[in-house]
């Protein structure tokens, strides 16, 4: 049995970015639906180290009144870096405001907020395939529920599926310009466990990382309250593979802090760590968040990148159905706010990735202890750093020993410079994708050369 089901927009995916954008869009009056495979109760709970950065600031389709009653734990103001190679911790500020989040509860909220906001939920409900017209415009998807075969009939479907879409593999996007150069190689694979401790942590008000033994991997311990512990690790999948759960547990035993601890969860995913898609809208057709690339990838944060993707696509869509036209013409406004926002920056970002990946994980973790925090904490968050020869002078008797290794920090800032004033030019038309394109990868394999790094794209 087949039913069929029209709405003006159909968003995959209960997740920040699809609430965000279906939220965005029903205040606006339009007929829209989530559809979901997971249950109306697992809805929600979504692998995450739960930590929310700009929680000060999040879209007001769903207030943030309404999600705040998650925030379990706002005392945060550091990132706790500790590197065993050098016996050293280091205390990194984190700009901004963060809350540490009870993640399911967080999940649930942001549900209700776009109920409230208007949403239609299809719960249960596994997208398989997607529709497309003669013409190549999409035209809805269709899904399982208990069984049964359900179409979604629409004029714009946002993708926000996460990771790895399915609706990815399903479009034919020939003659568009969505973004399809993405491979496994760009993405993450990490693991959670929400551990409950018997004494209150010292550490309460940091977020605790450590490198893992590989590079491009790390550890993580973030305080939900002081007795409740979100403790994950995650490694680029260009490296081998880590044992995740293995290699969690081992570090756990060794922490005192953790003796007679009892795991109250478990979850993992992939996540991206690249740069954000190159355009993520094609006739019909829009990707919001992890679906499109919206994390900062060296931190791995990506909840606000999706809450303001599902904010900048759900306003398009709806202008573009008011004027009757869902080209990608139509659709590409949403790409110039998203790299005029964050995406700009995220793909600066990306350029310490690669070095990432590249260089020795000791001769990194040498590096970063010498460092002073607050120039790790520009690199970690705003892209970009005041790296080079004036730092090996002002820090001559610290960092001696690596100053080939702050020299090849200081010129590969100054490509993650360079990009991010070329993404600054992001044209304002699909027609000029490709020009720009071209320009962009000259850069990067500037990049390439620089880090020592093999080709990421
Ligand atoms: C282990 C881990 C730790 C992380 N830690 C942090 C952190 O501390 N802070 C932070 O900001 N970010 C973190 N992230 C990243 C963050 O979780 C994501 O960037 C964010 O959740 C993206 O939201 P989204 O809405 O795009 O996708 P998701 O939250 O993944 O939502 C996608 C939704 O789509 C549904 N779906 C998928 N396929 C289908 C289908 N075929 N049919 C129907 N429904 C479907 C899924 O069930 C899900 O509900 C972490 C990620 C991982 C994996």
């Not at 309460?204 to 790390?218: R, T």
């Not at 600054?424 to 071209?438: D, F, S, T, V």
Request: proline residues 4%; negative net charge; glycine residues 10%.
């Amino acid at each position: 049995m087949t039913t069929t089901h029209e709405y003006d927009v159909v968003v995959v995916g209960a997740g920040t970015s699809g609430c965000y954008a279906a939220a965005t869009i029903a205040r606006e009056g339009l007929d829209v639906v989530i559809v979901e495979r997971k249950t109306a109760d697992e809805a929600g709970h979504i692998a995450c180290g739960d930590a929310l950065k700009g929680a000060n600031a999040f879209p007001d389709a769903i207030p943030k009144s309404q999600i705040e009653p998650a925030f379990t734990n706002t005392g945060v103001d550091h990132g706790r870096f500790e590197i065993p190679q050098e016996d050293t911790v280091l205390d990194i500020p984190i700009p901004g405001e963060l809350a540490v989040i009870d993640r399911w509860e967080y999940g649930r909220r942001l549900i209700d907020g776009a109920e409230n906001a208007g949403v239609e939920f299809h719960y249960d409900t596994v997208v398989q395939d997607v529709t497309q017209n003669d013409d190549g415009r999409v035209t809805g998807v269709r899904a399982k529920r208990n069984g049964d075969v359900v179409e979604y009939e629409a004029d714009v479907t946002v993708d926000g599926a996460g990771s790895l879409s399915i609706l990815q593999d399903k479009t034919d996007f020939s003659g568009t310009t969505f973004d399809t150069n993405v491979s496994y190689s760009q993405f993450c694979s990490a693991y959670r466990e929400i551990v409950e401790v018997e004494e209150p942590v010292e550490w309460s008000d940091a977020l605790v990382f450590k490198p893992a033994e590989v590079a491009a991997g790390y550890i993580w311990y973030f305080p939900r309250t002081e007795t409740t512990i979100n403790a994950g690790l995650g490694f680029q999948m260009t490296e081998e593979p880590m044992k995740l759960v293995d290699d969690l547990k081992r570090d756990l035993r060794a922490r005192p802090e953790f003796k007679n601890a009892t795991v109250s969860d478990k979850l993992g995913a992939a996540l991206p760590t690249r740069r954000p898609y190159d355009s993520a809208v094609a006739p019909g057709f829009v990707a919001v968040g992890d679906a499109a690339g919206h994390v900062n990838p060296t931190t791995g944060g990506g909840i606000a990148g999706a809450a303001y993707a599902g904010k900048y696509a759900g306003e398009q869509a709806v202008r573009a159905i008011s004027d009757g036209d869902v080209s990608e013409e139509a659709l590409w406004h949403y790409n110039e706010r998203v790299m005029d926002h964050f995406g700009g920056r995220y793909a600066g970002l990306d350029i310490y990735n690669i070095l990432s990946t590249a260089v020795d994980v000791d001769e990194l973790m040498g590096l970063m202890a010498r460092l002073p925090g607050e120039k790790l904490a520009e690199a970690l968050y705003s892209g970009t750093t005041s790296f080079g020869p004036k730092l090996i002078a002002q820090t001559a008797k610290e960092s001696y020993g690596f100053w080939s290794e702050i020299y090849q920090f200081y010129k590969t800032k100054n490509v993650a410079d360079d990009l991010m004033r070329h993404y600054e030019r992001y044209p304002r038309r699909p027609g000029a994708l490709e020009g720009w394109k071209a320009e962009r990868d000259r850069i990067m394999d500037h990049a390439y050369e620089v880090t020592g790094a093999d080709p990421k794209y």
